[in-house]
């Protein structure tokens, strides 16, 4: 590649992380985008680092590899790749970190649209303990304007985190501004806070692209030593930037000079940085740059914050010394006000599932039970999806395995005649859990739930991955809060099968949930009934759900949206209602998020107006897609489902490029869509007005969005899944 087409040089420095250097690599160069090289400096790393990149030298001319003779730290290695770099602009990466999913497309895109010397974007922190954590700093990114601007309009970004790897800089200014990468600890700073105030444009990108690896073991950010005294050192030479550039950096010294001291009393309130037979000297040191640098009459700050100030100031470290224990008692307090009752109730609610806990236990040393199979579905609240086409299927195919659905106490009303059940937390669903070789679930049974030996765990999923799911959702934080992603691989670890409903599934699957299970390439048994349900059924669904002959019945099925709360991206029901008029019915479908206690079955009626019903309780949302004639849905999965019905689909996109970038996609649904596409309330109104939702180019976008997602779906799907998994046929 020639440098005139580079777009973006990674400059990655390499010490001491072979564990991490190869999925780091992959992240990078696994990136749709191509216009972009990697300087990799080997910092002559004393492990099997450079051995490695070799390697990927070797199948990759993007990557281009320096091996250093001695070790010269991390701001030496970045200051190495920047001379080597060939790039417009230089993105200086960890190489203990990982890229986000089509994060160098994003940035690429906003570099080439705005052209700004300093890019940020966002990040999320891996933790140790398999979660994954948004920035918290991420609303600093939110509404980004439209054009660049400098640090004077938008004085913000200097809260954002001053690394070199959440940003990326336009190369001939950063060479030109003649600043380097600093020696030893906080090496960034000399660079970081230099660019801000150079800077005439900057950007924002409100998108995660970065995956920071937190307080990695042995990380020296996070080990007691003195090299934290090289912060001093690298904020001189900021503070000898602004002096260099004269008036037109002075009106930036006093944001700075904050910065700088509520940095070192960062460090030094955090026990596990500075030795405690040094904090008084480093102390020493905190307050002769106050003294040196604070601007002439410059205010103290409010609050905690500001006391903080004032004995830095006075040198008082006897007092300040004092109030550390204080201040973390306080802070402490704060969050046990909080936490306390939450405290007290998980103790307590653990303390009440001892007793259900042994008796699992005990039940699990009795023999498995080979003719029983336990059912559930959503988290035990009913009677549906794929485990409920299974369990019909079991019924007529394997008459000896005896089924039981383990339901909450609320959907027992729900549940068929016949059904034998379980109460969740009863006895009895303890005992079947504990005993039984088969378990079917279209999500993942509890923690407690284990895996012994001779069961055969069954999990459907309930949807083919529009979204990004399982493991990918590491890379999208904001969907991802609270999962635990140490635990969801333990979880997959149990499957013995695992259905996939598409050749998309089947090439998903397997990434986000890794496993030794076996595949079942058989269709959605849910699906089965749009295969084998004739005219007369149909029309009596119709009938039971008020639909009248000759109206023309519209489903809304909505998916949940993480983000909801910032912005409300749906239609109104009643403006649609009255855009498509009277021959029409209206069905709402909300997710099951939404649903629960929120929404009752009721109607509305509006003079020359469809009739809008609330469905979002009824129980079995295959009948609602039996008896609607079109399909309207934003990114729900039911769309793939219904496409197997071969009729009209409309996809409602308010917000796509929120959700995607959000929410993360396997695939772009606006570029392949299963019909007509609306990106706004009143477009989705036109589509209904001027008929394209059954337009011939919409029939054309289905038919390819058949081929592609129902190519597994026949009706036979359950009949595959009993006959591999029960009777043990291949």
Not at 315 to 336: C, Q, S, W
Not at 449 to 466: A, E
Not at 520 to 548: K, V
Request: glycine letters at 6%; one cysteine or more.
């Amino acid at each position: 590649m020639e440098p005139s087409q580079l777009l973006i040089s990674l400059v990655l420095p390499v010490y001491g992380v072979e564990e991490y250097l190869r999925p780091c690599l992959d992240s990078i160069l696994g990136q749709s985008f191509s216009s972009f090289e990697v300087i990799a400096v080997d910092d002559a790393s004393p492990d099997g680092c450079g051995a490695i990149l070799d390697e990927y030298a070797s199948r990759d001319p993007r990557v281009r590899v320096v091996h250093l003779e001695a070790n010269g730290g991390l701001g030496e290695a970045r200051n190495t790749g920047l001379e080597l770099a060939r790039g417009e602009y230089v993105w200086f990466v960890d190489s203990d970190d990982l890229l986000a999913d089509e994060a160098l497309a994003a940035i690429a895109g906003r570099l080439t649209a705005t052209r700004p010397d300093v890019l940020f974007f966002d990040y999320a922190r891996m933790l140790p303990d398999g979660r994954v954590d948004p920035s918290p700093r991420a609303h600093l990114l939110r509404d980004p304007p439209p054009e660049p601007f400098d640090l004077r309009s938008r004085p913000s970004v200097l809260e954002l985190m001053m690394t070199a790897w959440n940003k990326a800089i336009r190369r001939d200014f950063l060479t030109g501004l003649g600043v380097r990468f600093g020696q030893g600890l906080y090496e960034d700073l000399p660079v970081t806070y230099p660019i801000l105030v150079a800077a005439e444009r900057i950007s924002l990108l409100d998108r995660v692209c970065y995956l920071y690896r937190e307080r990695r073991a042995g990380a020296i950010t996070a080990t007691v030593s003195d090299r934290h005294f090289d912060v001093f050192g690298q904020y001189e030479k900021v503070f000898a930037f602004l002096d260099e550039r004269g008036p037109a950096a002075e009106e930036f010294r006093a944001q700075l000079f904050d910065r700088a001291i509520w940095h070192y009393t960062t460090i030094i309130d955090d026990p596990g940085r500075v030795p405690a037979s040094r904090r008084r000297e480093f102390f020493r040191r905190m307050a002769a740059h106050f003294a040196r640098f604070r601007p002439a009459g410059h205010p103290y700050p409010p609050g905690a914050r500001g006391v903080k100030f004032r004995l830095v100031e006075r040198g008082d470290y006897r007092l300040f010394a004092a109030l550390r224990p204080v201040n973390r008692l306080r802070l402490t307090a704060r969050r046990g006000a909080r936490g306390a009752t939450v405290s007290a109730r998980t103790a307590a609610r653990r303390a009440r599932a001892l007793p259900a806990l042994l008796y699992y236990e005990a039940n699990k040393r009795l023999p498995v039970d080979d003719r029983l199979a336990v059912y559930a579905a959503y988290w035990y609240r009913g009677y549906s999806c794929n485990p409920r086409a299974i369990y019909e299927a079991a019924r007529e195919l394997a008459p000896d395995i005896h089924g039981v659905w383990v339901v909450r106490k609320d959907a027992v009303a729900s549940l068929p005649a016949g059904v034998d059940y379980a109460v969740e937390g009863s006895l009895r669903s303890l005992r079947v859990l504990a005993r039984a070789k088969y378990l079917v679930n279209n999500v993942n049974f509890p923690h407690t739930v284990s895996k012994r030996p001779g069961s055969v765990h069954v999990q459907t999923l309930h949807g083919t991955p529009l979204k990004a799911m399982g493991l990918d959702q590491q890379r999208y934080p904001v969907g991802a809060q609270g999962m635990n992603f140490t635990r969801l691989r333990e979880h997959a670890a149990r499957w013995d099968f695992l259905l996939s409903a598409n050749p998309h599934s089947s090439e998903v699957w397997p990434r986000v949930y890794p496993g030794t299970y076996e595949l079942l390439e058989t269709g959605y048994p849910r699906n089965d009934r749009y295969f084998r349900t004739g005219p007369e059924e149909i029309a009596a669904i119709r009938a039971r759900l008020g639909i009248e002959p000759g109206q023309t019945a519209v489903l809304y099925a909505p998916t949940f949206r993480e983000y909801a709360a910032d912005a409300d991206p749906l239609p109104d029901p009643s403006r649609l209602a009255a855009a498509l008029g009277p021959g029409y019915v209206l069905m709402l479908r909300s997710h099951y998020y939404d649903a629960d206690g929120a929404r009752s079955d009721a109607e509305r009626r509006a003079e020359g107006a469809a009739r809008v019903v609330d469905l979002s309780s009824y129980p079995v949302v295959e009948d609602l897609c039996l008896a609607a004639d079109v399909l309207v849905t934003d990114y729900s999965s039911i769309m793939f489902d219904y496409a197997c019905l071969d009729r009209p689909i409309v996809v409602h996109a308010p917000d796509w490029e929120t959700y995607r970038s959000t929410r993360g996609v396997t695939f772009d649904l606006l570029a392949e869509p299963p019909g007509a596409v609306a990106e706004s309330e009143e477009q989705l109104v036109e589509v209904f007005r001027s008929g394209a939702f059954a337009s011939g180019g919409a029939e054309e976008a289905r038919a390819a969005f058949r081929r592609r997602f129902c190519a597994f779906d026949d009706g036979g799907a359950a009949e595959r899944v009993v006959r591999r998994v029960f009777l043990g046929e291949k």
